[in-house]
């Protein structure tokens, strides 16, 4: 069974960052698009984040532009998300998603994902 398990979540003052990593397992990493979403409290979960299955395309969310970046390491089966200049609006619950591709596209909706990590908490305090 595919397994993602994401890591590295945590509190930080605003300002601050965090690198956020997501361990894929049971699957070949390299044919998937992964993505990272975020989920706050009695919101419904946003897309953040993407990249193609080879590294090459990646998109943010024009709310973390500028502050996150998305990257892998198909080697390690693993995708990162670094997130600077972090603020009290990015505190959420923070998943990485996988999808089969057979091509270099990114996916930027939730519908659009087969495989979802469990999440890792992300507080920023003011």
């Known amino acids: 069974q595919v397994q993602l398990v994401e890591s590295g979540g945590g509190l930080v003052q605003a300002g601050g960052s965090l690198r956020l990593s997501c361990a894929a397992s049971?699957?070949?990493?390299?044919?998937?698009?992964m993505g990272w979403f975020r989920q706050a409290p009695g919101k419904e979960r946003e897309f953040v984040a993407a990249?193609?299955?080879?590294?090459?395309?990646?998109v943010a969310a024009d709310s973390v532009k500028g502050r996150f970046t998305i990257s892998r390491d198909n080697a390690k089966n693993s995708v990162y998300l670094q997130m600077n200049s972090l603020k009290p609006e990015d505190t959420a619950v923070y998943y990485c998603?996988?999808?089969?591709?057979?091509?270099?596209?990114?996916?930027?909706?939730?519908?659009?994902?087969?495989?979802w990590g469990q999440g890792t908490q992300v507080t920023v305090s003011s």
């Open positions: 998603a996988a999808v089969f591709t057979t091509g270099w596209v990114v996916i930027t909706t939730t519908t659009g994902y087969t495989y």
């Open positions: 990249i193609s299955r080879d590294g090459r395309r990646t």
């Open positions: 049971r699957l070949p990493f390299s044919t998937y698009a």
